[in-house]
T-cell receptor, first 115, second 115 residues
Framework: GDSVTQMEGPVTLSEEAFLTINCTYT??????LFWYVQYPGEGLQLLLK?????DKGSNKGFEATYRKETTSFHLEKGSVQVSDSAVYFC??????????????FGQGTTLQVKP | DARVTQTPRHKVTEMGQEVTMRCQPI?????VFWYRQTMMQGLELLAY????????DSGMPKDRFSAEMPDATLATLKIQPSEPRDSAVYFC?????????????FGDGTRLSIL
C-alpha cells in the first residue's frame, strides 16, 4: 500500500542553520504531496503542497520539490528560527481508484531550534 | 480564516464513562476525518465521511467507538465505555474533495485522559 517515510528525529539545529527533513514515498498512483507542521498543543497546519512532478511548494521560507524520479519531497529552509521548533509531517494523497482524499502521513520529525 | 472547531479541548474522566467529542467542519467542506494521535502510534485515521455518509471506519475499535454526522455542521465521535488506553489527542479535519488539491484542515484537538 501507499506509505510515507520521514527521517527520524529529533533534529536539533542552531538558529540560522540550514534545515533539511527528508521524506520519501511509495504510491501506486500519482499522488499530491504535503508538508504539515504541528506546534505544541495545536493541530496540524498545512505548510505547503505540490500536486505534480517538479512542482515546488513554498511557504514561510520553507520549500519542497516534488521529485517523481526519486519519489521524494524533502523539506528545506535556508535559515531556521527558534519559532520553527515544531513537529513536521510529510503526507501524500493518492487519488487511486477510490478518490477518497485520505492522507497517508509519515511518522513526524521533531525540530528543535536553539538560540 | 475559517477554522475547524473541536469541543471540548480537554476531557478527563474515569474508565467506563461515555465520552463524546464534537467537531464543526469548515462550511462547504464535504469530507470529514477523525484521527487519533499518541506518542507510540503517531497519527491514526479512525474514520471519515463524505457528504455526511461514512466511507470507512476500519481504523476504529468497533465495539466501543462510534462516529456520526447528524448534519453538515456537526461530526461526533463517541467512546462507550472508555478505557485508559483510549487516552490520546483526537483530531477532526475537514476538506473539500477537489483533486488534485485536497489539503485537510485540522482542529486543535480534544485531549482525552481516561483514569
Amino acid at each position: 500500500g501507499d506509505s510515507v517515510t520521514q527521517m527520524e528525529g529529533p533534529v536539533t539545529l542552531s538558529e540560522e542553520a540550514f534545515l533539511t527533513i527528508n521524506c520519501t514515498y511509495t504510491a501506486t498512483g500519482y499522488p499530491s504531496l504535503f508538508w504539515y507542521v504541528q506546534y505544541p498543543g495545536e493541530g496540524l497546519q498545512l505548510l505547503l503542497k505540490a500536486t505534480k512532478a517538479d512542482d515546488k511548494g513554498s511557504n514561510k521560507g520553507f520549500e519542497a520539490t516534488y521529485r517523481k524520479e526519486t519519489t521524494s519531497f524533502h523539506l528545506e529552509k535556508g535559515s531556521v528560527q527558534v519559532s520553527d521548533s515544531a513537529v513536521y509531517f510529510c503526507a501524500l494523497s493518492d487519488r487511486g481508484s477510490s478518490n477518497t482524499g485520505k492522507l497517508i502521513f509519515g511518522q513526524g520529525t521533531t525540530l528543535q531550534v536553539k538560540p | 480564516d475559517a477554522r475547524v472547531t473541536q469541543t471540548p479541548r480537554h476531557k478527563v474522566t474515569e474508565m467506563g464513562q461515555e465520552v463524546t467529542m464534537r467537531c464543526q467542519p469548515i462550511l462547504g467542506h464535504n469530507t470529514v476525518f477523525w484521527y487519533r494521535q499518541t506518542m507510540m502510534q503517531g497519527l491514526e485515521l479512525l474514520a471519515y465521511f463524505r457528504n455526511r455518509a461514512p466511507l470507512d471506519d476500519s481504523g476504529m475499535p468497533k465495539d466501543r467507538f462510534s462516529a456520526e454526522m447528524p448534519d453538515a455542521t456537526l461530526a461526533t465521535l463517541k467512546i462507550q465505555p472508555s478505557e485508559p488506553r483510549d487516552s490520546a489527542v483526537y483530531f477532526c479535519a475537514s476538506g473539500l474533495l477537489n483533486w488534485p488539491n485536497m489539503p485537510q484542515h485540522f482542529g486543535d484537538g480534544t485531549r482525552l485522559s481516561i483514569l
